[in-house]
């Protein structure tokens, strides 16, 4: 069974930074994509990056220049670089394979970002 923890998550104002991580168990990082998501009250769970096996990356518009999507193979972890926050980016973020696998989604870490 996959295990996945989040982590780095909190409280920062507008045009703030944070460093989400997502660290996994087995080699579910070492051989899928993996992708960020994230969910707002009221919506649905959306993708917001991802990163192959071969590290091309791929983000949604309205992140774009502001997040950054990487990972380290021997330690299992996935990473979200955030800059720039907006109060939009406020949500539950969450890490999983893309396409995402049911079975393997943590308890995500909150990101709120308000003044």
């Known amino acids: 069974q996959v295990h996945v923890v989040e982590s780095g998550g909190g409280l920062v104002q507008p045009g703030g930074s944070l460093r989400l991580s997502c660290a996994a168990s087995?080699?579910?990082?070492?051989?899928?994509?993996m992708g960020w998501y994230r969910q707002a009250p009221g919506n649905k769970r959306q993708l917001v990056a991802y990163i192959s096996r071969d590290d091309t990356t791929n983000y949604v518009d309205s992140v774009k220049g502001r997040f950054t999507i990487s990972r380290d193979n021997a330690k299992n972890t996935v990473f979200l670089q955030m800059n720039s926050l907006k109060p939009e980016d406020t949500a539950a973020y969450y890490c999983?394979?893309?396409?995402?696998?049911?079975?393997?989604w943590g308890q995500g870490t909150q990101v709120t970002v308000s003044s």
């Open positions: 087995g080699s579910i990082l070492r051989v899928n994509t």
């Open positions: 999983n394979t893309y396409p995402a696998l049911g079975g393997v």
